[in-house]
C-alpha cells in the first residue's frame, strides 16, 4: 500500500488535517478529531481527553523535544 511510503502518509495525513481544521473552529476538537472521529463530549470532556491533554501539553512543549 502506498499509505507504507513516508511521504504519501505524511501528505494524507495533513490533508486530513486541513479538512478537520475547515470543520471545526475549535483546535481541541481537530486533535480529538484526528485521533477519535467526530469529538464526542461527555461532561465537559472528550471521550479521549488524555490523549487531547497530551497533544496541547507537547504543542506547548515542542522546544523540549
Do not use: W
Not at 29 to 35: A, F, G
Request: glycine fraction near 4%; include cysteine; charge should be positive.
Amino acid at each position: 500500500s502506498k499509505l507504507f511510503i513516508a511521504d504519501v502518509n505524511i501528505n494524507f495525513g495533513l490533508a486530513h488535517i486541513k479538512h478537520l481544521t475547515n470543520k471545526y473552529q475549535d483546535v481541541l476538537e481537530v486533535i480529538s478529531s484526528y485521533n477519535a472521529g467526530s469529538p464526542r463530549v461527555k461532561n465537559g470532556r472528550f471521550e479521549n481527553q488524555t490523549y487531547v491533554d497530551r497533544c496541547v501539553y507537547f504543542m506547548a512543549h515542542r522546544e523540549l523535544l
